[in-house]
């Protein structure tokens, strides 16, 4: 199975910050990843996907990056509303795999 | 509008069973791959199952398979989950996703429905 290993766990940033969140993938997984938002009690939300491509709706702060095995997700200035936990997820082959999630919040 | 509906959930016993569904609606269902994704209280999302726009192909993590079978009615617009021989760690929510490509990514989810399995 392809694991997916998110860092950080948990990140503390203020507003108008850049913020980044990366997933390493055990093998290569092409471009098979995509990046989700979920707020409290709320679904998860398609943030980016085909590593790099923007979902609808989604505001341009928010962009994907890969470089080999390893994903980032980049928000370039921090809002409110970012608030939440961020999962990666890869599509490459089954088992799907999520990553562990980042909790990020508001210093 | 794309809608996702869960429903089906609730509380069952250790070894009991217990079917999903979720109702689509806004786009074309047969056209789409689906899936299911589940989130333990507090814990991280884990994908569940796979269903290709026919029905004919399904795909699921060893911690389901053969206990757990994901179905779809393409003239309903209706995906089902069937578990069974459920376990106290599958108590989750289930959330029914819609598959983009070949469920490459999922731009659509439902609600949720809340499964709690406990004596």
């Known amino acids: 199975d392809i694991q997916m290993t998110q860092s950080p766990a948990s990140l503390s940033a203020s507003l108008e910050e850049i913020v980044t969140i990366t997933c390493q993938a055990s093998?290569?997984?092409?471009?098979?990843l995509s990046w989700y938002q979920q707020k409290p009690g709320k679904s998860p939300q398609l943030l980016i996907y085909?590593?790099?491509s923007l979902a609808d709706g989604v505001p341009s702060r928010f962009s994907g990056s890969r470089s080999g095995t390893q994903y980032s997700l980049k928000i370039s200035r921090l809002q409110v509303e970012d608030i939440g936990i961020y999962y990666c997820l890869q599509a490459y082959s089954a088992p799907w795999t999520f990553g562990g999630g980042t909790k990020l919040e508001l210093k | 509008e794309v809608q996702l509906v869960e429903s089906g959930g609730g509380l069952v016993q250790p070894g009991r069973s217990l079917k999903l569904s979720c109702a689509a609606s806004?786009?074309?269902?047969?056209?789409?791959?689906m899936a299911w994704v589940r989130q333990a209280p507090k814990k991280g999302l884990e994908w569940v199952a796979t269903i290709s726009t026919s029905g004919s192909r399904t795909y699921y993590p060893d911690s389901v398979k053969g206990r757990f079978t994901i179905s779809r009615d393409n003239a309903k617009s209706s995906l089902y989950l069937q578990m069974n021989s459920l376990k106290s760690e599958d108590t989750a929510t289930y959330y029914c996703?819609?598959?983009?490509?070949?469920?490459?990514?999922?731009?659509?989810w439902g609600q949720g429905t809340l499964v709690t399995v406990s004596s």
């Open positions: 093998q290569d997984i092409g471009n098979w």
């Open positions: 996703a819609r598959g983009e490509g070949t469920a490459n990514w999922f731009a659509y």
């Open positions: 806004g786009f074309t269902f047969s056209n789409y791959y």
């Open positions: 085909g590593a790099t």
